[in-house]
Structures are given as C-alpha cells and as structure tokens.
C-alpha cells in the first residue's frame, strides 16, 4: 500500500538539506510517495505562514499519511494539527529534535511558535503511532525538551548519543534510524 509522507524542515533549512534528499530518495524506491515542503522564509519564519503552507500543501490527511519533521517543523506540524476539525486519523508522526517550549538558543521572533500549549491528548487520539528522536550532544535543542514532549505525546523515544542536531554539518547526510522507524510504524498498522 502507498503511503504519502510529508517532511518538515525546520529554522534555516530547505528540501535540499542535511538528510530530507536521502530520506526521500530511499522512500520513494519503496514507491511511497513523497513531499518535501519547502517552508517559506526558513531564515526568518513566521508562524502564520508556515501553518498556511502545511493547509495548502497537506492533502487528504488518512491512514496512509506520515510526517518526518525536523526541529521547528515539529512544533509547526503540531499546531497544525490541533487547530484541524475535525482532525481525521492518520498514519504516524516521527519528530526529530523537536520542541515545544521557547528556546534561548534561537531567535525570540520564534517563539510565537510555541505560545500557545497544544492540546496533545487531541493529537494522540487519532495516531497510530508517534516518534521523537532526540541526541544527547544536541547543541540548539536541549536534549530534556525533545524528551518533555515525546512525554506529553507519548511517543516512543529514541534517545542518540552522538547526533547534534541531525543536521548535515553533524555528519547528517543519511538517517537510517529514521527510515527503520517509519518502515516498522508502516508495517504495524
């Protein structure tokens, strides 16, 4: 069965970086289809936007619909989807480095992102299943907050030693255990 994943960059990236080209490659070798959102203004993001990019580009959210975000993108995908309603059931989610607190490390223009709390237990009632990866060594995304949320989304949880912030200038080109976990969340439903 196809699935359609969708992968969110986040603060400062674009389709082109760190591991989003291998991760779409290999997908769609599998014949999933797949889209790489392009976020507009990465470098100065604006939370209104980047919501109406996720409503215009997000289609027929269902079973076999997946998403792979990275850092900003995780909170953005969140609001996202609480803001939906109804919000249908879908596939699953994989968070990489994700927050949903403001972070010291990045601009305050970001924190509009993470104002408001998300209704979790809304998010968590139509997945079939949720992911958070986080490392120990990740220098703009302290390791804690990946836990926090992966906490109040109960998702399973896949602490790395040595990751930073999975970006290609942490040697993050490919991303095998993002792959691996996406392929047994496809296989379980």
């Not at 927050?99 to 104002?115: A, G, V």
């Not at 993050?172 to 439903?189: A, E, G, R």
């Amino acid at each position: 069965m196809t699935k359609q994943v969708y992968i969110i960059h986040g603060y400062g990236a674009s389709p082109a970086s760190h591991w989003f080209p291998w991760l779409k490659e290999k997908l769609i070798a599998d014949n999933h289809q797949v889209l790489v959102l392009q976020m507009p203004n990465s470098s100065d993001p604006k939370k209104e936007e980047w919501l109406e990019t996720l409503a215009n580009k997000i289609q027929n959210l269902d079973d076999n619909t997946y998403f792979i975000t990275h850092s900003l993108g995780s909170i953005t995908l969140l609001n996202y989807l609480e803001q939906l309603d109804p919000l249908p059931n879908f596939g699953a989610f994989i968070l990489v480095a994700g927050f949903s607190e403001p972070l010291s490390s990045l601009p305050s223009s970001l924190n509009p992102f993470t104002l408001k709390k998300v209704d979790y237990k809304k998010i968590i009632s139509v997945t079939n299943s949720r992911a958070v990866i986080a490392a120990k060594d990740d220098y703009i995304v302290p390791f804690a907050l990946s836990q926090n949320l992966s906490n109040q989304l109960d998702a399973s949880f896949y602490p790395v030693e040595k990751g930073g912030h999975f970006r290609g200038d942490d040697g993050f080109i490919t991303f095998p255990l993002i792959y691996d976990i996406l392929n047994n969340m496809m296989k379980t439903v």
